[in-house]
Structure formats: structure tokens, C-alpha cells
């Protein structure tokens, strides 16, 4: 009948997914998105806050109300052939969604946590890596992020995880934290008012992970954007995963270089091929740097061309620009756009989202 329905005194609509036929129960007071990721499914997202657009979907029928006005983000074209942002959309009806690039995958569910910082230690000027307690174990994939909050600052922060996913879920994982220059949350956190201190914690989230496949990959980070993807390799070389890999990690200087050795004892056990290339786009005065020079998108094509393949796959994590510079890269080199997974760490000029915010 599309209408609220009740359930163990929680008042329910249903949404469907097409043309995955999947669909989930949402309880008044969530969005769409909460729903999905609440209770495992891979619903396409990255910002949960009304900001990026990736959680846009096709409402076929059925009603939903805007918890924040869509115009924001989408065009005029859009909202006529009533597209909507999951993250943004409650549902007042039972509701059918086209849903573009949805996976069937299971995610874990994502739920609420109390946290705190048990550990930091240094690893660059501006890059820390953070030890977190959880209040019991939380089950992630690798390339996902954790929510933070305190009382102190308004909002939540977005923080992928570095450590790789335990199969039983983990109570203490790492983060690697950048310091972000009048960023309310990591200028308390790396003067250390936040060690020990009670942080509300909300996971796992993102759609960042490894896809099931044997095709060659081209991982691609930038500054605190090698943590999902060594999250997400660790967990990979734990089982075995035999693909070839080429990793390019952009920094400034030398000094900005770290998990060097984490890399190197990576490599070691990767079951396949796999090289690094690290990259310094500031090493005008370093004579003694033998790598490579420039922009890391500038290296991808040497890189990465004998990993080439119809199905090759790209992950990729980073500040936007240099997502948005690899993008063109990889499409000419021929990946499919469809192969092309990314996590942009977008800044307060971006709104609310992940963890380059500060
Ligand atoms: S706009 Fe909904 S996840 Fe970013």
C-alpha cells in the first residue's frame, strides 16, 4: 500500500533497489542512505552529507521528503527526472530507486561507538598516526572510514582507517591523521586534547574497497590518502591476493615520505607483482633524490602501462586535485570508468566530509 506501517513500535517504509531487486526497511527519522548502510548494503556514497552527489539515485515511484534542499546539488535537468540524494532524502511512502553503479556486495554494518586515543605518533611534520580504541570491536573493509566527533567541535570528521580489517572486527585500529592548518578537530587533536578523551565514533562507511577480480591494479595516494589503500592491500596480501599492483605515492619532499618500511614489508609478501613509485613534486633542491620528479599523475602512464589489460582496475586516494588530474589519465590509458574507484579527501571548501576538513 506504500504507506508507514508498524513494526515493534517503529513506524517503517520499504525502499527497493532496481535492477538489483534488493531492498531494506527504513525507520522514521533516517535517511535512505542511513538505512542501507545500517544494514550492510552497498548503497554508492562518499560525503553522507549532501555535498558530493555520489549517493544520486532515480526516484520511480513512491514519496520522500528532502531533509536538506537537493538544489544544492543537483541541476535543474536532475530534479525535473526526479533525481535525489539518498543521503538527503527521507522516505514518506514505500519507495522504488534506480540506483546507478550499485554492487551487491554486503557491507558490515555501520553503527554507533564511543572512542578514544589511546596512541600518536609522529610519521611527518604534519601526519600522525593515531591509535583508536573503539568500545567494542567495529567490522570494516579495507578503505573504509570511520565518523569522529566530540563535544568540543561541531560536526563529525571522516578518517579512513590505515590498519587492515581483522576478519572478527577490531577494537584498536590506526588511523593516519594530517594536521590541517586551523582545522578545529586535528589542531585539538595533535596538541593533545583529545588523548584519552571520550569521541563518538560512527562506522564503517565508504565505498572504498577492493573488488573481487584477478585483474592487474594501479593504486594511486596522496598525502593521509595512503592509509585506505594500504588498509585495503594488507588485507589483500593476507589473503593471498594474487594480482599484479603498481602503488605511485605523491608527497612533497623526502621528509613527507612515510610507512616506507610498511611498504617495503608489503611488497615483499604480495603474492604477484607489485612495484612502488613514489614521487616529489617539491624536490627542486634535493640532489640526492634518484625517484621520480613532478606531479604523481604525471608518472601514471609510465607506471602503469604494462599493467594494461581490458579489466584493469584503478583505486585511488587523495586531495581532489589530484584525483581529478588522474581521472583523464587513466580513462586515455583505456580503464574503464567503471574500474575507477576513488576516495576524494575533499576540504571545507567541499563541505562537511572527510578527514582533510580537520
Ligand atoms: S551527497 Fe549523498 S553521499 Fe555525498
Known sequence: MGIWTALFGQRVAQVSVEPAGVSFAVERGQSILEAALAQGIAFPHSCTVGTCGSCKCRLKSGKIREITNFAYVLSAEELRSNVVLACQAAAKTDVVLE??????????PAGDYTARIVKRVALTHDIQQVTLEFDRPMAFDGGQYVQLATDAVFGARAYSFASPPPPEGARQVELYVRRVPEGQLTELLFAGHLDNVTLHAHGPAGNFW??????????????SGLAPLLSMLDAAAARNVGRNCVLLFGARTQADLYAQERITALAARWNGGFSYVPVLSAAEDDAEWQGARGLVTAQVAAAAAALMTHDTEAYLCGPPPMIDAALPVLTELGVAPNNIHFDKFLDASHGLSRQELG
Request: include cysteine.
Open 99 to 108: 540506483v546507478p553503479g550499485f554492487e551487491s556486495k554486503r557491507l558490515h
Open 210 to 223: 577492493l573488488r573481487e577480480s584477478r585483474a592487474p591494479m594501479i593504486c594511486i595516494a596522496g598525502g
